[in-house]
């Protein structure tokens, strides 16, 4: 059984926007530190954006003022809300349990024209 699974990804095109979604039975966890990361084809992983037990939230430079990291606890997830993608944007996406160090398998977004 998968314990963070991510959904929401898709094929958009430049300017559009997708929110993807990660969920876990492990509920606890959600109130912990949770980021979203990111690998493009041929890059390594790198860091998109966390959110701390208390609502405090960090941006990649690249992402800052266009992603949006959220967290619902009643439905065990956390959400990134990207807006204005661009093609760099395109990359298989990660949601990550920082306290337990858990990956979740990825959700493909696709950014083209």
């Known amino acids: 059984q998968e314990r963070l699974v991510e959904s929401g990804g898709g094929l958009v095109q430049p300017g559009e926007s997708l929110r993807l979604a990660c969920v876990t039975p492990e509920t606890n966890w959600i109130d912990k530190t949770m980021a979203w990361y990111r690998q493009a084809p041929g890059k390594e992983r790198e860091w998109v954006a966390s959110i701390y037990s208390g609502g405090t939230t960090y941006y990649a430079d690249s992402v800052k003022d266009r992603f949006t990291i959220s967290r619902d606890s009643g439905r065990g997830a956390i959400y990134l809300q990207m807006n204005v993608l661009k093609f760099e944007d395109t990359a298989l996406y990660y949601c990550?349990?920082?306290?337990?160090?858990?990956w979740g398998q990825g959700t493909q977004v696709i950014v083209s024209s």
């Open positions: 990550k349990s920082e306290t337990y160090e858990i």
